[in-house]
């Protein structure tokens, strides 16, 4: 097994004296409104807090960009490979990848919208989100699509700061409890929110609500796309392409090779290389940047703006534990018509490009009946969920 080499990134002479992070964002990686790094921070910095003595690792609870050594390399290693002697049963297996959404519904009829806490950091990582909704964008129309809306942890901070009196986001989830969550919810405006129940992977194009092809500025899929098969990838990114105006940008956000997450998965729980099923019945895949590039740009044709690993160090001080949370970012672009792509060694405009996509799916797998969640449920320390 090999794992993604680690950003490199330069440390500073002496790092700024940095707020301690609260409890929460150190467990989901997510940062509150009170953090230092709002304003100060621009997108894929990931944090300023440089372990540059490894004696001061417990000096604070968690540390950014923090390269791995042969030692947390072989450990990965050597958990993952155990994983290997206990998979997932042919019949489970089956059971799993039929009715995923059986368990979304469960999760969110359990928990509500009281589980997953606002995103107030995508306006650090993601800022073209409050761009466009903010007072010096004027009132230009702006269509955004949250694949995986869940309670509205992305669209409910969105709007309640939307000064664009044309603006419209859209939620879409696999849950039919969690898009009945978000429409009852005091948060939601019908002026400018919708939500539906969609299968980002469905085969047939089918596109949410009434929804044109073509239609979106953005795409949101924040710790979405783990949660699909492998063979499924192909039909959501294509369905997320006709959805994309030319130009269009996906803002993406998931979990990297060898996180903690995956790392300590439990016996029973390996569906197949990388992929795997939760206690709850979710399931969840840790990506690499070349699977990424691979889906996004070599297959489907999409331009990589950025693609980026955020490496953290968590720490418990008084147990002296150390944890590696690793989560890979991207933002791409859906070509402008004119634009030229490369994609399996050969030049193709957009349009040509759109148009063998829809035609061509003669190297697309079976369909195996699985239809994937469009949410996110994560793993953390306390509750079996992070992210």
Known sequence: MTVPEPLESSVPPSSPEIKKPSLESRITGEISESDTRIGKDSPFVFGQRYLTQEEDVFSRNAWDHVEWGEKEIKHAEEMIAKQYNDPVSQEDKERYNATPEKFWNVF????????????????????????????????????ILEVGCGAGNTMFPVLRQNQNSN??????????????????????????????VWDLANENGDLPGNMEPN??????????????????????IKNISKLLKPGGTLLFRDYGRYDLAQVRVKKGRLLEDNFYIRGDGTRVYFFTEEELREMFINQIGFEEKRIATDRRLLVNRKKQLKMHRIWLQAVFNRPSENDTVETNNSSLSTQELMKKLALDDSDDEE???????????CESCATGHSH
């Not at 606002?118 to 230009?140: A, C, H, M, T």
């Not at 369909?367 to 449920?377: E, F, H, L, N």
Request: proline share 6%; with cysteine; hydrophobic share 40%.
């Open 108 to 143: 969110y009829t359990n928990h509500k919208e009281n589980f997953f806490k606002d995103r107030n950091w995508l306006q650090i990582e993601f800022p073209l989100l409050y761009e466009v909704s903010s007072k010096d964008y004027g009132d230009k129309p702006v269509k």
């Open 167 to 196: 603006l419209k986001i859209i939620g879409a989830d696999y849950s039919s409890v969690a898009v009945d969550l978000i429409k009852k919810s005091e948060s939601f405006d019908p002026e400018h929110a919708e939500a539906y």
């Open 215 to 236: 239609s979106l500025d953005i795409v949101v899929m924040i710790f979405v796309f783990s949660a699909l098969a492998p063979n499924q990838w192909n039909a959501a």
């Open 367 to 377: 369909d195996d009946g699985c239809t994937p969640p469009i949410t996110c449920g």
